[in-house]
């Protein structure tokens, strides 16, 4: 594509007419992916700074830079205030802006996004369209999978998927924004027609300096929502009316807003919840109607997910009996309360709580259906949030009758020293815990302990088939784990 193109979005892109006829191969971020003839955009990062990359890029075919300060290169330098921005503003050009040329729903929110998503996925796909999931798990394409590192990905990747999308004739696509995605400016080139807020409790205060700086990324993605490209087409923002956070989104935003709510009123609502040890009943109130749902998904928290994609469906135009329909056979979510299949007379359940919030959800819903004891093998990620490991703990405790602590992904820390910031304040009154550092072993311990009726909960890896200890990722498997202590089990 010539430069003239890639910089039509620039206020003053004409101080770069002498560069208009460069043609350039393909955008890049990263000095280590160059080839011949791309573009180089230098990225100050949490790391490294990308503009001390820019010799190797050059070296490696770079034709042009983009910087944020003059700097010396063989090669022309365009100048601009923010890369970031010009980052996603480039890819999103470069790829002929392909969210703008198919529906992209935004799903947002400290927990729930990765359900919302499938649940909607599910819901378009009753409605025979095909569909693009990108999301914690992996990124789909119709029924095509590909693995993914981060939960949304960097703008480069975020547009070419898009645009491999609908070359791919995918109609809907239903991603999960994160905070970091947001703050980082990745989906920065988004034009979402629908953009929905699970809930916002804590997590990832070892990136954001407060709740309140939380909330502000989050808030991002309803302020940029129908800003840019169509204006006329209608935009929606689906927000939990019960989240306390609800009203400070519902300002960021200039669009229409649909509201969903368990506890307080709401546009789309449940009444009459019935949790049972296969599934949730409820009635679901909507503008359109009102309709009984039997859903093989369990706990109030999968209640208020079921009413966000509820919510962001009937916004889509999509008819309130395909949506019950799709919320009745969709069967659970990889590694979201997934039981392990098993003859015993007790239940082990693998969840992907792995915030404090999530954790009480899940152990709270998990005692209301145990006739026996609840175990919980639980732990805490490394390089991310230590906040919130003493208050994990201590909820393990409050809910659980015995609670064992162990490694989720220690990555560079050391695991005892994670263990160390989970148990230490706590007292004899919290309650009694084993400490297991090695996770297998732990989960072992649990299956090995459990009687008749008890439920144990494994928590916080959910879907990941892997443990990162150090920088490697060893292969790993909550469900495998378990299901080889089970094997074992004598009586
Ligand atoms: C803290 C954080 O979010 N870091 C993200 C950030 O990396 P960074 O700032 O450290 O990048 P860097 O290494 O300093 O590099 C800066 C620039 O120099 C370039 N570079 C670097 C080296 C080199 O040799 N040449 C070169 O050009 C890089 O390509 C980059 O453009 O930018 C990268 C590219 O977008 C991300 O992949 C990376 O995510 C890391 C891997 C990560 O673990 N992030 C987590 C915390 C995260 O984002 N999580 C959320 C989900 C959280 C949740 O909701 O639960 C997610 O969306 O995944
Ligand atoms: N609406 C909700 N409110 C509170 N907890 C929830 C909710 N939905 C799911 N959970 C809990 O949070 C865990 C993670 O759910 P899910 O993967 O859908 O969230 P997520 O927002 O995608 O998480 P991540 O930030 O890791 O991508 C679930 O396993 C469950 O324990
Ligand atoms: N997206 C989350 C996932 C956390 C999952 C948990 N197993 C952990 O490793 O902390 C993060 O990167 O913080
Ligand atoms: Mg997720």
């Known amino acids: 594509m010539r430069l003239k193109e890639i910089l039509s979005f620039h206020p003053f892109a004409n101080q770069f007419s002498a560069l208009y006829d460069i043609e350039i191969n393909a955008i890049k971020m990263d000095s280590r992916e160059i080839t011949n003839g791309d573009m180089f955009v230098c990225i100050n990062g949490f790391t490294v700074d990308g503009h001390d990359y820019i010799e190797e890029a050059i070296e490696k075919g770079a034709i042009i830079v983009v910087a944020e300060r003059n700097v010396e290169a063989t090669v022309p330098v365009i100048v601009v205030e923010d890369t970031v921005r010009f980052l996603a503003m480039a890819a999103s050009c470069f790829y002929q802006y392909p969210t703008s040329k198919l529906s992209l729903i935004g799903v947002t929110g400290t927990n729930g996004k990765t359900t919302v998503t499938y649940l909607l996925e599910n819901i378009f796909k009753q409605c025979g369209k095909k569909t693009g999931v990108i999301g914690t798990i992996q990124m789909k394409i119709g029924e095509d999978v590909y693995p993914v590192d981060n939960t949304t990905p960097d703008a480069l990747f975020l547009q070419r998927t898009i645009r491999e999308m609908i070359d791919q004739e995918v109609e809907q696509v239903i991603m999960e924004v994160s905070s970091h995605a947001l703050d980082q400016g990745r989906v920065y080139g988004c034009d979402y027609n629908t953009a929905i807020f699970t809930n916002l409790t804590q997590d990832h205060l070892d990136y954001h300096d407060s709740m309140d700086d939380y909330l502000r990324a989050k808030s ?204 230490n304040g706590l007292t004899p009154t919290d ?61």
């Open 220 to 423: 991002l993605l309803f302020a940029q929502l129908g800003n840019r490209y169509d204006c006329k087409a209608k935009k929606f923002a689906i927000i939990n009316q019960d989240d306390p956070a609800s009203k400070k989104l519902i300002r960021s935003t200039a669009q229409s807003v649909i509201t969903y709510g368990i506890d307080r009123d709401a546009m789309v609502m449940a009444k009459s919840i019935t949790l049972t040890s296969t599934g949730t009943t409820f009635l679901l109130c909507t503008p359109d109607g009102d309709t009984m749902i039997n859903s093989k998904l369990i706990g109030k928290f999968n209640v208020s997910n079921m009413l966000a994609a509820t919510a962001a469906a009937l916004s889509n135009g999509i008819p309130l009996e395909v949506i019950k329909s799709a919320l009745e056979t969709i069967p659970g979510v990889n590694g979201r309360f997934e039981l392990v299949p098993h003859s015993r007379s007790f239940s082990v359940i693998v969840d992907y709580a792995h915030t404090p919030d999530s954790l009480e959800n899940v152990l709270t819903t998990i005692q209301e259906l145990a006739k026996g004891k609840v175990y919980v093998v639980v732990g805490c990620g490394g390089d991310r949030d230590r906040t919130k490991r003493p208050i994990m703990a201590k909820i393990a405790l409050r809910y659980a009758d015995k609670a064992i602590f162990t490694s989720d992904n220690p990555r560079t820390e050391e695991p005892e020293m994670i263990l160390h910031d989970m148990v």
């Open 431 to 491: 309650g009694h815990y084993q400490i297991i550092v090695d996770r297998r072993k732990a989960i072992h311990q649990a299956i090995h302990q459990a009687a008749k009726d008890d439920i144990i909960l494994i928590a916080g890896k959910g879907h990941e088939t892997y443990q990162q200890i150090g920088l490697v990722k060893y292969h790993f498997d909550d469900r495998e784990a378990a299901k080889e202590a089970l094997l074992l089990k004598e009586n």
